[in-house]
C-alpha cells in the first residue's frame, strides 16, 4: 500500500503571494499572517514527506503533527476581518480534517486494514479539496484594495 503523500503539497505555489510590498492596512497586517502560517505549512509537510515522495509511516505522522500545529498557529492569529475570519477558518478545518485523516490512514496502513485504509484515504482526499479554492479565494481576496 503506497501512502498519499502527495496530499500534503498543498499546492505551495499558489499559497506563495505576491504580498511583499504590503502596506500596514488592517487588512492587508492580517493576510499576511495567515499566508505566513499556511506557507510555513506547506513547507514543513514537503520537508517532512519528502516532497511528497515518502512511504514512511513516521513521516507521514509527523506530517500529521505539523498539521495540528499549523491549525493551532492559524487559530492563535486575531483577525478581525470577517472574510478573513472565514478563510482562516476554512484553513484550521482542513489542517485538522488533514492530520486526523493522516492519523486514521497510518494506523489502518500498520493494521494492515485495506478497509479502513482506503476510507482513510478518501477522508483524507476530502480534507485536502478545498485547498484550491481558499488558496485562490485568499490570495484574490488580500491582493484587491
Known amino acids: 500500500m503506497h501512502f498519499p503523500t502527495r496530499y500534503f503539497l ?25 499566508i505566513e502560517v499556511a506557507n ?10 519528502n516532497g511528497g515522495e515518502s512511504s514512511d509511516p513516521e513521516a507521514m505522522l509527523q506530517a500529521a503533527n505539523a498539521m495540528e500545529g499549523a491549525s493551532q498557529d492559524m487559530e492563535s492569529i486575531i483577525v478581525k476581518d470577517e472574510q478573513l475570519q472565514d478563510y482562516q477558518a476554512g484553513f484550521i478545518k482542513m ?16 493494521k494492515q486494514d485495506r ?9 483524507l482526499q476530502k480534507a485536502t479539496t478545498p485547498e484550491p479554492k481558499l488558496v485562490a479565494d485568499i490570495n484574490t481576496y488580500c491582493s484587491a484594495n
Do not use: H, W
Not at 40 to 49: G, H, I, R, S, Y
Not at 115 to 123: I, K, Y
Open 115 to 123: 478497509s479502513a485504509a482506503e476510507e482513510a484515504l478518501s477522508n
Open 40 to 49: 510555513q505549512a506547506v513547507e514543513e509537510a514537503k520537508t517532512l514527506t
Open 10 to 34: 498543498l499546492v505551495p505555489a499558489t499559497v506563495l503571494m505576491s504580498l511583499l510590498t504590503v502596506s500596514c492596512s488592517g487588512k492587508k497586517v492580517e493576510c499576511q499572517k495567515i
Open 95 to 110: 489542517y485538522r480534517n488533514t492530520s486526523k485523516a493522516t492519523r486514521d490512514f497510518v494506523e489502518a496502513f500498520n
